[in-house]
């Protein structure tokens, strides 16, 4: 097998998604979706979190949202159920999300992640508490 940079895994990835804008999340959340945040502890302390968004650890999602694992989460791990994956910047989400299409998942990411949920001006929680913030992070 030719070795691939991550750059053609991530165009190979996407090109298997339809990605979301961050416009678009809300609309898909009504209709039953499911927003996974798998950003790192440290980006959700530091920049909050997104109100109703679950919360898995990147390093545990495989087993999370494998419909056949002992693990899974019942709650999105299940044919029929609209995934949207959001990392801090749309990355990792894009390549974590190809992957739960392997699971036979109705998977995808939201296109820049965090930082573009934040940026479009969409409600975003401090880690501690329950203050919507702007996109500038201010009350």
Known sequence: MTPRSVDELLASARARLTRLAPADVPEALGRGAVLIDIRSDSQRERDGLVPGAKVIA?????????????????DCARPGVHV????????????????????????????????AWRGAGLPVLPRSGTAALGPEGAL
């Open 58 to 74: 990147r390093n545990e999602l495989e087993w999370r949202l494998d419909p056949s694992s002992d693990y899974r989460d019942g």
């Open 84 to 115: 949207i994956l959001m990392c801090n910047e749309g990355y990792q989400s894009s390549l974590a999300a190809a992957t739960l299409l392997e699971f036979g998942l109705d998977a995808t990411d939201l296109e820049g992640g965090f930082q």
